[in-house]
């Protein structure tokens, strides 16, 4: 009679078991294990919460790419890089002002029409303060950013939306999550040495938008991405409620027309 050791026996189990619903079961955390409502507000809820976040990837606004990397918080900081092409430009926000100091390559990037040499190579130099622009404002506020994703309502509670998210989900399948954003939940897996659970939905039929969001408490969501063509992109956020401190330029390096 042949004999089994212990270190055969082990692997056949292991086979055994990756081949069948146990497996999925022994290796799936009991957040995992909820229905796609339980997952959704719990996210929706944790993300209220957070008083600030980095966030860096690429995005795409009306259909031209750039690179992030933002530090903002709730109180209307905010510090970070953005790079259009191979040019940087950075930005610094302290409420209602908003300054800007960038390559010449951003600049001529950014205006509907060429900079003059001489005044790129200026503003190259210094600092450009703008106060009350809402536009620039948005590109930096943290508020704007979480109200902008429809898939899990990360945005402040209020009148319709609720802790509870912006729907109903279920796992593996399809319900409405955000109104008109058809969603599903998918398996748990791993960012950043993280256990996460995808959730994806496409808003409108036009796109598709996911979130990965942490296993364990707090849940976080930790990514998100969108297809779309023109506002698209993939963003990672990290450093939650850390503080955001920001060196407001000094007079003599701010641009004076």
Excluded at 58 to 73: A, E, P
Excluded at 98 to 115: D, H, I, P, Q
Excluded at 166 to 190: H, M, N, Q, Y
Aim: with cysteine.
């Amino acid at each position: 009679m042949r004999r089994t050791t212990p270190a055969v026996a082990v692997l056949a189990l292991a086979g055994a078991l990756s081949g069948c619903s146990v497996y999925h079961d022994f290796t799936t955390s009991d957040f995992a294990k909820q229905d796609g409502d339980a997952i959704v507000a719990a996210a929706s809820e944790a993300m209220q919460d957070v008083q600030s976040v980095r966030l860096t990837g690429q995005v795409r606004s009306r259909g031209n790419q750039y690179f992030i990397d933002l530090r903002l918080d709730r109180d209307g900081h905010c510090a970070g890089t953005m790079r259009f092409g191979s040019s940087n430009i950075d930005i610094r926000r302290v409420g209602d002002r908003v300054w800007l100091k960038g390559e010449s390559g951003a600049y001529n990037r950014l205006s509907s029409t060429r900079l003059p040499d001489s005044v790129v190579d200026e503003l190259s130099t210094s600092w450009v303060l703008f106060e009350d622009d809402k536009s620039l404002r948005q590109a930096c506020d943290l508020e704007a950013f979480l109200d902008s994703f429809e898939v899990v309502d990360l945005g402040a509670d209020d009148a319709g939306k609720g802790k509870g998210g912006k729907g109903k989900g279920g796992k593996g399948g399809r319900d409405d999550l955000s109104g008109d954003a058809p969603t599903t939940v998918g398996d748990e897996t791993s960012v950043d040495g993280e256990n996460v659970v995808q959730l994806s939905g496409s808003p409108g039929g036009q796109h598709e938008e996911l979130a990965w969001v942490r296993s364990d408490a707090p849940h976080y969501v930790v990514r998100i991405e969108s297809t779309s063509a023109q506002d698209g992109g993939s963003i990672a956020l990290t450093e939650f409620d850390e503080d955001v401190e920001v060196e407001v330029p000094k007079a003599k390096d701010v641009y004076r027309p």
